[in-house]
């Protein structure tokens, strides 16, 4: 069931971006056709904000009060590419809409969103000094940023020592920089029962972090202009690594069918159940982990690059403003007041308060995108909490939170990450080679990209 909904997603996803093709003129908007006010009025229609918890309510308490004569109406939905396409073709936009980063070069060369380097610079806001610069990047297009970040997720690998130990297996031997005596060290762990899976050695998370991957064997998503570069060879050698990987588990059907059945975000976890030995995780998994604190033993290490330092892909939501909004100084003020210092520092305040109200529950931090947000919140709220293993796991997110690598921006975002999961896919069951997969994957990412840029639907 999981896998016929994620298909149907990304099916979605990719027929509504060509439909926005289709419908747009084609061309990009550049910084001089925005035009943007200080001390806005009038209303502010926003789309964004779904299931907001503590840490977003907070932010919108704040932002409110900083646009005391704006009347703000929030649509608190699920972002749809699908009722976003309808929106733009009716002319019924928001004035701010918040999506996934992937989506933003895609409406930018579509001229269907507004560069902001001048709702920045209205504020005096340098994008590349408030903001993580590979964060920056992955909203950056033809020269303009277009789009105002909010949180970044860093991954890592978070260890169970209790499987680890049991195995004779140490932290340093989960090196992704030495991937021969990972998979050695995966062999030591792995357990089957009933010729299925039984204990992971190691979740690589193949399709869900497929660019961090790519990313640590040099190799690159996306190349000059936002052109796709799936079939770069060093992705080939990514790909190669994940089939040993795999390999030693048992194959990707079996250990895929194995982690789906994972109760990720239950008191029966997979690291209560010792059910892994390391797996790949953005830090946001940290909270679901916390309140299990006395009933497993974790640890954490950086993901390496093939060079052996330690870094992380940069990836995480974002706040746009649409070509036709009818309010854009207003969208502005506000998304810049939500991703405030004052407005970060107003959730590490709810957080810590909500947190309170739970016995030994755990500050993991807030990982913003703003590296003074973070930095201001780690020094305020994240103290020690006396289990060595996850203040290492805590700390080994804030080490790398600056090492991140940016995917790329490019009008095929979506399309690319859907093409490498279906590649990576089809390698790891056996269907294509790594070469073949990518080589189809880079035909298929190439036609959204052509779509995108030449306005032909």
Known sequence: MKKRQ???????????????????SGGTASSKDASFSKDPSGTLNAWGFDNADDVGTSRLDYAKSQLKGVDIKIDQTTFDAQKFTTRVASGNVP?????????????????????????????????????????????????????????????????NERVMKAAGVTDADMDTSKPDQMVEAIKKMYKTSGGNPSVLGFDPAATGQAPLWMLAFGGKLVGSGGKPTLDDSANVKAIQVLQKIVDAQGGWAKMKSFTDAFDSFGDDNQYVKDQVGAQVNAQWYVNVLSPYIDKIDISAVPFRDSAGQPFTAASGTAFVIPANAKNPSAACDWMLNLTSEKAWLAAGAARAKTLQKTPGAVNTGLFTGSPAADKAIREKYVKSTGNTGFDTTI???YDIVGQGKSVGASPAGQQIQTELQNAITSSLL??????????????????AYDKATQGKG
């Not at 994620?6 to 747009?24: G, Q």
């Not at 902001?116 to 990047?137: E, F, G, H, Q, R």
């Not at 789009?147 to 690998?157: C, N, R």
Request: net charge negative; aromatic share 12%; with cysteine.
């Open 395 to 397: 700390s080994t997110y």
């Open 6 to 24: 994620a298909a149907l997603l990304a099916f979605t996803v990719t027929a509504s971006l060509v439909a926005l093709t289709a419908c747009s």
């Open 95 to 159: 004035d701010v809409v918040q999506m996934d980063s992937n989506f933003v070069a895609t409406y930018a060369a579509q001229g269907l969103i507004m560069p902001l380097d001048k709702c920045y610079s209205t504020y005096d806001v340098d994008p590349k000094t408030n903001y993580y610069p590979a964060v920056i990047d992955n909203i950056s297009y033809k020269g303009d940023v277009w789009a105002v970040p909010q949180f970044y997720q860093p991954p890592a690998i978070i260890l």
């Open 430 to 447: 056996g269907d294509k080679t790594p070469q073949k997969a990518l080589s189809d994957a880079q035909s298929a990412a190439m036609q």
